[in-house]
């Protein structure tokens, strides 16, 4: 550990020389890439540091105990527990800042949420999910920007697409991709019966704007009017795009905004992002589809968490976590399942490097 240590050290060095070069500060990939990898860098060495200090006052304390007495020498001793206390949590977190990071870390993303199975109730819980992801980036201090919509006649959303930007919002959102799959009695159901209902999310890493080029030749670019719940146009101009990828099939549709222009934009944001998506996927050979590992088919056995409103409770069952505090879960109070969830991540990935 301590030879990567002092690897680290130098590639900390050598990468805050280069952020100051010219030619790194014009080219905007290589500046982001470099930035990225000075804060993980900068995270590793300050840790090292901490760990090594205190294995040498460690050291110190040790040898000067022989010639302490009395209330001095337990004085010492209790410094040398804390101490060797703190090495052992530093030793973990260092660890842990030594695996291999996510390259998608510092990202922010698009999050996609989707009526599934169920009918009209599958697009209300798609919007009961929408809202909790809403309150929790709120907590989380990150930045919500809707950039597509289409509302049910009941006012669920059968689509709906947002930007979510901020610190860490990819370490925690990636966790949320999948089926979500509730338990409740509908507003639609007279009798008082719980039906089973499911919603699919996806959460794609923002590309770069320099990371992902796009020919204009490779796009066929549609215009339509907008639409609402039902059908209805809401426009009388052709605002509402449609761009296709022509070399890979990806298509995106925008119709929010009323200007023709800033729907493109915002269509192309999300047509680079699938794109870089697939980059990744290509790249590693050992994943599956990011889009058919995260959501499969969107149906209801397919469910990576369970909210049953009955019980009160939510489970996930990719790692066996039941909390029965349903009512502050979907009031985005999300973080104890996403700790759980990023600390078995880390857990796996610790097996696999030992």
Known sequence: MLDRIESL??????????????????DPRQLADLGRRFKQLESVVAVAQRLRSAADDIVEFREMLSATEGDDRDQMRAEIERLEAQVVIDEEQLRVLLLPPDPNDGRNVILEIRGAAGGEEANLFAKDL???FESFAKRHGWRMEVMSASHSDLGGFSEVTAMLSGDAVWTRMKHEAGTHRVQRVPVTESQGRVHTSSATVLVIPEANEVEVQVDDN????DTYRASGPGGQSVNTMDSAVRITHLPTGVVVSMQDEKSQLKNKDKALRVLKSRLLQLEQEKADAEAAALRGSQVGSGDRSEKIRTYNYKENRVTDHRIGLTIHKLDRIVAGELDEISDALIAEERRRQLEDDE
Request: glycine share 4%.
């Open 9 to 26: 050290e130098n590639e900390l060095r050598d990468v805050e020389i280069r952020l100051g070069d010219p030619a790194v500060q014009s």
């Open 130 to 132: 929408f809202d909790m």
């Open 218 to 221: 490779d796009l066929r670019i």
